[in-house]
Structure formats: C-alpha cells, structure tokens
C-alpha cells in the first residue's frame, strides 16, 4: 500500500489548525484557565522541554503568535497567556455588550445588544435565545450534527450538538472562542479561507448562514441552557448519603408531545397528489415532468434546452450501470429510429447485470458494508462478501423493495419453500451482523449494548431516515421519540443473536459463531486461496511451530518451568494455530473452499427480554422497563406496535414493510431521485426528521412515493419513469437569467453536472482500456483470511489490484484500494446517503503518477493502435470511448500534432542516449522530452514492481508511437470531461 496522501494533508492541516487554535483570546477566565491553556501548549509545542515555547517551535502562524507573545520577547511563557486572558476581559468589561453587525437585509437589532465578548458572562437572553433557535440550530443541524454529533457521528473527536463540545473541541483542540470570531476555529473552515480544511465538505455554506454564525460567536456563543438533574437522597431517611449514592430524581427528557409530532410532513401518511396543470404545456412527458414545470414557472425559472442524443446516452449508462456506453451501443441507439428508442436502450441497461453491480452499491452504502470490524482492533469477516452478493442478486431480481427490507431485518423468520431460499433470507439478515464494532472491548454487556446501538442507529437512518439512536442517553432532541422508544427497540435487538463470526482471541475479547447455511442449498462454498497466500500461511505455521520446538527446548534446559512452557504453548495454541487450523480446514490443499465453508453471517432468535431504561445511557443507572415495540409515534393506539411474543423482529420487519408506512417509500424514492439528479428531492437523505431539510417539491416526494407502491414497491420501474422524464433530458449548460433566480438549481430547469464515484471512475477506465474481466468473482480475498488485519505481507496479497467491477473489490474497514480512497468512497463506519464530493490536489496528482492508472493507460493505447485506419480514426474512437462523442475537427488537429510531436521527442532522446551528447545539446532538450523521459521511468518502476509481484515480463515501453498514444490515453483519464456525468 502506499502513503495514504490525503490523510497527509489532512494531518498537515490539523497541524495548522492547532497552532491556529493556540491563539488564546480565550473569552474568559472561567473558560480557560491560565496555567491549564499554557499546559496544553508546553505539551503540543515545548520540543525541547525548557518550560516555555519559542516562536520556532510554535510553528510559524506569525499573526497567532504576535497576540500572544505579548512582551515581544520571543518565548511564550504563562505571563504571556495570563496577560493575554486579562486583556481580553479588560477589553471585554470597556466595550461592555458590543453591537452585532447587521445583515444587508437586517438582522435583529435586539440580538446586536447582546451579552458581552467575554462567553459565557451570564446567561442568554430571550433574544439571544430566540437567534439561536432560529438562525444557528437550524444551520448546525442541517449541515454539521450527521457527522459531528454526540449521539451520532463525532468525526475526528468533535461534536457540535453541544456548548460544551465547541469548547472541547476535537482532535485539534476547541472549535471556537466566544466572543472571538477571527481567533474561532469553526468560523475559519465554514468560511472556506483554507482549502485543505474546509466545512461543510461538500458544499460551502451560504454567505447569510456564514454571517448569521459569525454574529452567534461574536455575542458569546449563547445556547440554552439544559437543567441539571435534581438529586434525592438513596441512603434512608435522615442520611446525607454520598455523591454515589445520588440519582436524578427526575430525567433531563424533554416534554414530547407526539400528537403534533404525528403532524410532521415525513411522519403523516403519504398521500398522492396530482400535478397542477400548466397552460401551454408542450414541455412535459409524464407526472413528474408536470409537478416540475409548475414549479418552475412558480419560481420565474425556465427550463433549458434537451441534451444531445449521445450525452443523454452517456449520462443513462453511467447512472444505470456505472460505465460507459460501448462503441456497439452508440452506434445500436444511433440507428434506432423509432419514438420508442430512449425506452430500448432504458430497458436494456435495467435487464444487465451491471445494472445490479451499480444499484447494488448505492445501497451498500447506506448497509454501511465492509469485510472488517474496523476500531481499534480490525478483525477480518470472511464471510461478509454473501450478504453483498445478496443484494446484488436483489437488484439483479428487481425484489419488492419493501420485501427487500423485511428479509434483511427479519429474514431467518420468513417462510421457505425449500433450502436455497431458507439460505437466501437467511444471509439477508448479514445487515445486521456486519456494522463496525470494537473487538478490543472486554466488557461483554457493554459490547451488546454498542452493537444493539449501532444496528438501530443503522436502520434507522437507513430505512427510516430517522436518527433513533440519538435518544439512547436523553429524548431525542428534535423528533418526537423519548428514550423510552429507544429502549424498546433496542429489546427487540437483545432479543435476537448476531453472529458475525470471529473467533475470541488475545486480539479479539468478543468472538461469535456463524449461520450454517442449509446444506442442500445451492450456494457457492467460497472463494479460492490464491498461491501467494496459501505460500504466506505455510510460512506461519513453520514460524509457530518453530516457536513451540524453541520453548520445548528452553524447558528442557531449565530456563522455562513447566508451568510457563504450558501457559505459553496454550497461548498460541489457542490464538494463532487454532485460528490458523480453523482457517485451513475449510480449504483444501489447493485452496479450494470446501463444504464447511458454506457459513454466514446473519441473525437468529435468541431469549425474548424487555430492558430497562438506562440514565444517561449509563448501565449502573437502570430506570422503567419498556416492551419491545416500534416508536410510539408511529402507533395508532394503545398496545398498537408492542411485541408479544419471539423478539419482536418479525412485527419491526412487517411494519418497516407495510404500504401504510410513511417513511420507507419517501426515503427510498428520494434516494433514487438523489441517484440520478445528484440530489435529493430531500436534500438529507438519511434525516427526515426534524432536524433534516424539507423537501423542495413535498407533492411530487408523496407521488413518487405511492407510485413506488403502486408499482409493487418496484425500483427498476421509479427508475424507468425517471429517466425517460424530460427533465432528465435536459442539458447541463447554464442559463444567466435562471441562474441568477436560483443558482443552486433547486428547481431542476437544468440537468446539474455530477462527478463519477470512485468505482465508476475505476471501473470506466478499465472498460476502456479494454482490461475488465467478463468473470464475476466468486467471494472476496479476504475470505480466505481470519483474524487481525495487519499492515504486513498478507495485507498487499489480500488487497492487490484485480480487473472486475469495484464492488467485487475487498472492502475492509480502513484499508481501500488507492482508487477508491483517492476519490471520495464512503466510511463504512457510518450510514452514508449521500456521498462527500471533494476535489483536491492529490486526485489530479494519483491520475498523473499512480501505476495502475499508468498501466491502463498503456492497455488503452494498446487498444487505440490495434485499429485499423488512420491516426484521426484513433483519435475518434479515444474521444468516443472517453466522452461518449466524437471530437471536433480542431481537437483532432491538436492530438495528432501532439502525438507527432511527443514520437519525435522520444526518438530524440532514444539517440541521444546511444550519441554522447555535448552541453549545448542538452541545454537544448526541450520540455516535451523530459516529461516524456519522467513518464516511462515512472511505468518501468512501476511495471517491474508488477512483474515481480505477480509475474510476466514488463510492457515494453521503447516504441515512440506507443509512448505517445500512452500518454494521450493517460490525459483523456485526467481531463474534467471523463470524470464529470453531463
């Protein structure tokens, strides 16, 4: 593997950031006290351990160390910090409470008269309440809590759902000052000011939103306050009883009121509404197009004109496949000539298998699928790759997706007719199983807990997109689910075993069992071991064994007692040989799987329990007990939704399942949309809830909701009337007078330009390079592995580069192939709807120098040569196969010009390397010449590291009209055209 050059830069960042954050005009004392701060900065930046910081090892932010470094003497010290702290109040006691600068269109002048610079001085206003409720809550939970949140996500050890967490900071220490905007971490990365760290990733937040945060951290931060907990006394009447002893006597839950909550647009039931009919309407071809074109005149916007028939190609291939349109099926669409030829070529991708290979991924996504427990310690799932191959076969089958989410929850519990199907639900309960965990923990209660956890947190953002799990420790925040709801279904999850399959180990505190699938089944027994690593694990036996001989040894000697000997041999006995033997018991010495392969990862009933409520989610401080059951929300009276018998997911299944629900097909139905518009209808995929943004076109949500019911909960029929819309046909060119009405297209007048995802982008260019395998492979590398993934030897055989689709590449937690990690592929950690999009330098950097793009680029000009014709019929067959149409006259003039000219050069330096060259000669080698020259060394390094690795003798790399064409390909790999869908 090589250095992971994006977590480079980010870790370059944070260094930034932290010295950023060390400029300490810290609010007030009774935030940051003085000694503490200057603590914190001796441990990040006193090198050499004298006491103070020198302004060399402070790391050169020469404006943050001119504030503090007060007396100009060129050492910090903590006279400095004291002095800057006391300044800052001084300053903060004249200027008394300081004005907020308005808005152009005028903010409230009552929050400008807010509470002092110095945060925290007293509490918040009514008015400064009422700002943050209405112009900063909103913000942050729209655009920051999905992945810094307390009951969520904390990317990077931040959480922004709290007062206190802006203070704690992260990583890198505390994300503002109060009362201090330029010195606030947090403003500085939504203000987009440094490009190697800015938030939100993927889109900058409005110039009003920045202002609004920015008047937040200048009035000191306000946040409502929450009350603490009254304390009772548990030791008897009379009895002081100690802190331990104390217990709230009432929670910190929120009054709920869940009749109003009923009333939210996402929880009341769907209703189908019909579009508005427009006059003069000779725009729109069906129901969807309506609902659009009323919304657009409604805004004052106009659509522009259709894409041209190939981009309109183009683009369908890609979002129904995930690769380009071949040369045959461009010249197929071209020659149809019937009304119905959109439909045709509609039909035909929905029928492939790469249509199940691409919309299986997408949901892979949100399954959050990986081969490995990631955390602390990465322990391999050798048997994950059945639950992918599942919903790959899902998609492939077009299954009701209603019936697809009751089988992932609930499928060991369905009827089966015979043993493939019993297998069949069986491993679609791997959804389950497969979330991240940390093996490292050796409390087995807590362990369960955390798991339970994340399977709700998983389906529930999931299928719901609800954020249950956010009321684990309190009532939710925002939606209408107290803690109580919580706990309910997480006894439907205690209730049920899951078996992820990982043997207990010094490494792994919590192993588990496997589902034997049936043996009359007609399931694959596995993937076969490759050479490399059946010669790596004969390796490790010798090496354990010779372990074993060495202690035997050393006991004979008497350097070892008996007693030591056995404790140790038991050890790895137990840790490294028995896994080593359970591993290769179920291949043969071929590496074929066998038979007791046939395991999978899944779920089954375990002991029916309702649990208590835990405080704060702690587990000492139990409260009420809950019956199993759904949300109360969501129940229609009293006893409605409450497991009575078997652990109730059967009855979450069903209800996930019913056509009454009314969050399943608004949520799918928006990811579809988002699949193919590049975003959602709802711009918060995987957040309905309060918290989440509304949709811009709530009708045509609900349409397409109970049309996808209507359609038997069919995903290929959303997706065919979608896609044969007039509004998918529209171009992607811009319109002035549109886009100065809505800029962020909100109302689709234009068709906006996407990038390719990672594995389209990889799996295009093998397409076009003609390097992909028509084989699906059966299985995954990594199961054919156990244990702890380590960055060793296994590690580069288990993870080496293969020609098949991206989705068939192994997938563990933290480790991804260079591709897929280069261009933005999801953590698998977490539930991800919608993918970040960044665009860095080190993309454009991995398509220039990395050598499996090196290499395609050669088997792609290998293709180009094998043609017969001229160099400008090669030419159009690069730009068709790279874009989908063919070059204009101009561009073929300039590539052919190019190709000539970048022959000659490496000709030129072919004879100057059999001719000594004089001085004059090489001051005269041109700029072409050496790139040239740097791009074959970089292939040839490249090509020997593959033929060592796995055998064959390098591509020659001498011709020069082979170089020229390589690295033409190489270019067409690079340009914006290729990795953007129009």
Same mark, same amino acid.
């Given at each position: 593997?090589?250095?992971?050059?994006?977590?480079?830069?980010?870790?370059?960042?944070?260094?930034?950031?932290?010295?950023?954050?060390?400029?300490?005009?810290?609010?007030?004392?009774?935030?940051?006290?003085?000694?503490?701060?200057?603590?914190?900065?001796?441990?990040?930046?006193?090198?050499?351990?004298?006491?103070?910081?020198?302004?060399?090892?402070?790391?050169?932010?020469?404006?943050?160390?001119?504030?503090?470094?007060?007396?100009?003497?060129?050492?910090?010290?903590?006279?400095?910090?004291?002095?800057?702290?006391?300044?800052?109040?001084?300053?903060?006691?004249?200027?008394?409470?300081?004005?907020?600068?308005?808005?152009?269109?005028?903010?409230?002048?009552?929050?400008?008269?807010?509470?002092?610079?110095?945060?925290?001085?007293?509490?918040?206003?009514?008015?400064?309440?009422?700002?943050?409720?209405?112009?900063?809550?909103?913000?942050?939970?729209?655009?920051?809590?999905?992945?810094?949140?307390?009951?969520?996500?904390?990317?990077?050890?931040?959480?922004?759902?709290?007062?206190?967490?802006?203070?704690?900071?992260?990583?890198?220490?505390?994300?503002?000052?109060?009362?201090?905007?330029?010195?606030?971490?947090?403003?500085?990365?939504?203000?987009?000011?440094?490009?190697?760290?800015?938030?939100?990733?993927?889109?900058?937040?409005?110039?009003?939103?920045?202002?609004?945060?920015?008047?937040?951290?200048?009035?000191?931060?306000?946040?409502?306050?929450?009350?603490?907990?009254?304390?009772?006394?548990?030791?008897?009447?009379?009895?002081?009883?100690?802190?331990?002893?104390?217990?709230?006597?009432?929670?910190?839950?929120?009054?709920?009121?869940?009749?109003?909550?009923?009333?939210?647009?996402?929880?009341?039931?769907?209703?189908?509404?019909?579009?508005?009919?427009?006059?003069?309407?000779?725009?729109?071809?069906?129901?969807?197009?309506?609902?659009?074109?009323?919304?657009?005149?409604?805004?004052?916007?106009?659509?522009?004109?259709?894409?041209?028939?190939?981009?309109?190609?183009?683009?369908?291939?890609?979002?129904?496949?995930?690769?380009?349109?071949?040369?045959?099926?461009?010249?197929?669409?071209?020659?149809?000539?019937?009304?119905?030829?959109?439909?045709?070529?509609?039909?035909?991708?929905?029928?492939?298998?790469?249509?199940?290979?691409?919309?299986?991924?997408?949901?892979?996504?949100?399954?959050?699928?990986?081969?490995?427990?990631?955390?602390?310690?990465?322990?391999?799932?050798?048997?994950?790759?059945?639950?992918?191959?599942?919903?790959?076969?899902?998609?492939?089958?077009?299954?009701?997706?209603?019936?697809?989410? #009751?089988?992932?929850?609930?499928?060991?519990?369905?009827?089966?007719?015979?043993?493939?199907?019993?297998?069949?639900?069986?491993?679609?309960?791997?959804?389950?199983?497969?979330?991240?965990?940390?093996?490292?923990?050796?409390?087995?209660?807590?362990f369960q807990l955390d798991l339970v956890d994340e399977q709700i947190d998983?389906?529930?953002?999931?299928?719901?997109?609800?954020?249950?799990?956010?009321?684990?420790?309190?009532?939710?925040?925002?939606?209408?689910?107290?803690?109580?709801?919580?706990?309910?279904?997480?006894?439907?999850?205690?209730?049920?075993?899951?078996?992820?399959?990982?043997?207990?180990?010094?490494?792994?505190? #919590?192993?588990?069992?496997?589902?034997?699938?049936?043996?009359?089944?007609?399931?694959?027994?596995?993937?076969?071991?490759?050479?490399?690593?059946?010669?790596?694990?004969?390796?490790?036996?010798?090496?354990?064994?010779?372990?074993?001989?060495? #202690?035997?040894?050393?006991?004979?000697?008497?350097?070892?007692?008996?007693?030591?000997?056995?404790?140790?041999?038991?050890?790895?006995?137990?840790?490294?040989?028995?896994?080593?033997?359970?591993?290769?018991?179920?291949?043969?010495?071929?590496?074929?799987?066998?038979?007791?392969?046939?395991?999978?990862?899944?779920?089954?009933?375990?002991?029916?329990?309702?649990?208590?409520?835990?405080?704060?989610?702690?587990?000492?401080?139990?409260?009420?007990?809950?019956?199993?059951?759904?949300?109360?929300?969501?129940?229609?009276?009293?006893?409605?939704?409450?497991?009575?018998?078997?652990?109730?997911?059967?009855?979450?299944?069903?209800?996930?399942?019913s056509d009454d629900n009314p969050l399943t097909p608004r949520v799918w139905?928006?990811?579809?949309?988002?699949?193919?518009?590049?975003?959602?209808?709802?711009?918060?995929?995987?957040?309905?809830?309060?918290?989440?943004?509304?949709?811009?076109?709530?009708?045509?949500?609900?349409?397409?909701?109970?049309?996808?019911?209507?359609?038997?909960?069919?995903?290929?029929?959303?997706?065919?009337?979608?896609?044969?819309?007039?509004?998918?046909?529209?171009?992607?060119?811009?319109?002035?007078?549109?886009?100065?009405?809505?800029?962020?297209?909100?109302?689709?007048?234009?068709?906006?330009?996407?990038?390719?995802?990672?594995?389209?982008?990889?799996?295009?260019?093998?397409?076009?390079?003609?390097?992909?395998?028509?084989?699906?492979?059966?299985?995954?590398?990594?199961?054919?592995?156990?244990?702890?993934?380590?960055?060793?030897?296994?590690?580069?055989?288990?993870?080496?580069?293969?020609?098949?689709?991206?989705?068939?590449?192994?997938?563990?937690?933290?480790?991804?192939?260079?591709?897929?990690?280069?261009?933005?592929?999801?953590?698998?950690?977490?539930?991800?709807?919608?993918?970040?999009?960044?665009?860095?330098?080190?993309?454009?950097?991995?398509?220039?120098?990395?050598?499996?793009?090196?290499?395609?680029?050669?088997?792609?000009?290998?293709?180009?040569?094998?043609?017969?014709?001229?160099?400008?019929?090669?030419?159009?067959?690069?730009?068709?196969?790279?874009?989908?149409?063919?070059?204009?006259?101009?561009?073929?003039?300039?590539?052919?010009?190019?190709?000539?000219?970048?022959?000659?050069?490496?000709?030129?330096?072919?004879?100057?390397?059999?001719?000594?060259?004089?001085?004059?000669?090489?001051?005269?080698?041109?700029?072409?010449?050496?790139?040239?020259?740097?791009?074959?060394?970089?292939?040839?390094?490249?090509?020997?590291?593959?033929?060592?690795?796995?055998?064959?003798?390098?591509?020659?790399?001498?011709?020069?009209?082979?170089?020229?064409?390589?690295?033409?390909?190489?270019?067409?790999?690079?340009?914006?055209?290729?990795?953007?869908?129009?």
């Amino acid at each position: 593997m090589k250095p992971n050059a994006p977590a480079l830069i980010l870790a370059a960042s944070a260094v930034i950031l932290s010295v950023h954050l060390a400029d300490l005009s810290l609010g007030q004392e009774q935030d940051r006290d003085p000694a503490r701060a200057f603590e914190a900065l001796k441990r990040r930046f006193d090198k050499d351990l004298n006491g103070k910081i020198s302004e060399a090892e402070f790391g050169g932010r020469a404006r943050a160390w001119k504030r503090l470094d007060l007396d100009g003497d060129g050492w910090l010290t903590l006279a400095d910090i004291e002095a800057r702290i006391a300044a800052g109040s001084a300053a903060g006691a004249k200027k008394g409470k300081p004005e907020v600068t308005s808005r152009a269109k005028g903010q409230d002048a009552q929050v400008g008269a807010s509470a002092a610079a110095t945060a925290g001085a007293g509490p918040a206003t009514p008015e400064q309440i009422k700002f943050f409720e209405t112009r900063v809550r909103p913000v942050l939970a729209n655009e920051c809590f999905s992945c810094h949140s307390t009951g969520g996500r904390a990317k990077g050890g931040l959480s922004l759902d709290s007062r206190a967490g802006f203070l704690d900071g992260g990583a890198t220490g505390p994300a503002l000052v109060p009362g201090d905007v330029e010195a606030s971490a947090f403003i500085e990365a939504i203000r987009y000011g440094d490009p190697m760290f800015s938030m939100p990733p993927k889109t900058k937040l409005s110039d009003e939103a920045i202002t609004d945060l920015e008047a937040w951290v200048r009035m000191g931060a306000p946040w409502p306050e929450e009350a603490e907990p009254e304390m009772v006394e548990m030791s008897g009447s009379g009895s002081t009883g100690s802190a331990a002893d104390e217990v709230p006597s009432k929670s910190l839950n929120r009054e709920i009121d869940l009749e109003a909550g009923r009333q939210f647009w996402s929880l009341r039931p769907v209703v189908r509404a019909e579009p508005v009919a427009v006059k003069e309407d000779d725009w729109s071809r069906n129901e969807v197009d309506r609902f659009l074109i009323h919304a657009m005149r409604a805004a004052g916007v106009e659509p522009v004109g259709d894409a041209d028939d190939r981009t309109w190609l183009r683009r369908v291939t890609f979002d129904l496949t995930g690769l380009p349109p071949t040369l045959e099926a461009i010249a197929a669409y071209e020659a149809d000539e019937s009304p119905e030829r959109d439909a045709h070529v509609v039909d035909r991708l929905l029928a492939s298998d790469d249509y199940a290979e691409r919309w299986g991924r997408h949901w892979l996504d949100v399954a959050r699928y990986a081969e490995s427990s990631g955390k602390e310690r990465n322990i391999v799932y050798p048997h994950a790759w059945r639950y992918r191959d599942w919903v790959l076969e899902a998609f492939r089958q077009d299954m009701p997706y209603n019936e697809f989410l #009751q089988l992932q929850i609930a499928g060991d519990l369905a009827p089966a007719a015979d043993d493939d199907e019993r297998a069949w639900n069986q491993i679609a309960t791997g959804y389950l199983a497969l979330g991240a965990k940390g093996h490292a923990n050796r409390d087995k209660i807590r362990f369960q807990l955390d798991l339970v956890d994340e399977q709700i947190d998983a389906f529930s953002q999931g299928m719901l997109g609800m954020t249950l799990s956010c009321a684990r420790c309190h009532d939710h925040k925002f939606d209408p689910v107290p803690t109580e709801d919580y706990y309910s279904l997480a006894g439907i999850m205690l209730s049920t075993e899951t078996h992820f399959g990982t043997r207990a180990s010094a490494a792994n505190r #919590q192993g588990s069992d496997l589902l034997e699938l049936p043996s009359g089944a007609s399931v694959p027994n596995g993937p076969t071991m490759s050479p490399l690593l059946l010669q790596f694990l004969d390796r490790g036996a010798e090496r354990l064994a010779d372990q074993v001989d060495e #202690q035997m040894m050393k006991k004979e000697e008497g350097m070892l007692t008996a007693d030591q000997i056995s404790a140790l041999q038991r050890r790895i006995r137990q840790d490294q040989l028995g896994l080593l033997e359970d591993l290769l018991s179920r291949f043969d010495d071929r590496g074929k799987a066998l038979p007791s392969n046939r395991l999978a990862m899944g779920v089954s009933e375990g002991e029916p329990r309702d649990i208590a409520v835990l405080e704060r989610g702690e587990l000492d401080r139990p409260g009420e007990v809950v019956a199993r059951g759904i949300p109360q929300v969501f129940r229609n009276g009293a006893g409605d939704g409450i497991v009575r018998e078997g652990s109730g997911r059967a009855e979450l299944g069903a209800w996930l399942a019913s056509d009454d629900n009314p969050l399943t097909p608004r949520v799918w139905a928006n990811r579809v949309w988002l699949h193919l518009f590049g975003k959602g209808l709802v711009p918060t995929p995987d957040n309905f809830g309060f918290a989440g943004q509304a949709p811009s076109h709530p009708e045509l949500v609900d349409w397409l909701a109970s049309e996808l019911v209507a359609q038997g909960w069919s995903t290929k029929a959303l997706i065919r009337e979608l896609v044969l819309s007039r509004a998918y046909r529209l171009d992607s060119t811009g319109d002035r007078a549109n886009e100065k009405i809505d800029p962020d297209v909100v109302w689709l007048w234009r068709m906006p330009e996407r990038r390719m995802e990672s594995e389209a982008l990889r799996d295009a260019m093998l397409v076009i390079a003609g390097t992909l395998s028509p084989e699906r492979p059966v299985g995954s590398p990594l199961g054919t592995f156990e244990g702890l993934l380590r960055e060793d030897q296994s590690l580069a055989v288990l993870m080496r580069e293969m020609p098949v689709r991206s989705v068939y590449l192994p997938s563990p937690r933290g480790q991804l192939v260079d591709t897929l990690e280069a261009f933005d592929a999801p953590d698998p950690e977490f539930v991800t709807g919608d993918r970040d999009e960044t665009t860095v330098a080190t993309q454009a950097l991995f398509l220039m120098n990395d050598g499996e793009v090196l290499r395609l680029a050669d088997a792609f000009a290998d293709r180009l040569l094998a043609r017969k014709g001229s160099d400008a019929d090669r030419v159009t067959m690069a730009f068709e196969l790279a874009y989908g149409r063919k070059p204009s006259r101009e561009e073929s003039r300039v590539v052919q010009a190019f190709l000539k000219d970048f022959a000659r050069s490496v000709e030129k330096e072919a004879r100057q390397k059999e001719t000594p060259v004089s001085g004059a000669d090489r001051k005269a080698d041109d700029e072409k010449s050496r790139r040239a020259r740097r791009l074959r060394e970089r292939k040839r390094a490249r090509e020997e590291e593959l033929r060592k690795t796995y055998g064959g003798a390098p591509a020659a790399i001498e011709d020069p009209e082979r170089a020229a064409w390589s690295a033409f390909a190489q270019s067409l790999f690079q340009s914006a055209e290729f990795r953007v869908i129009g």
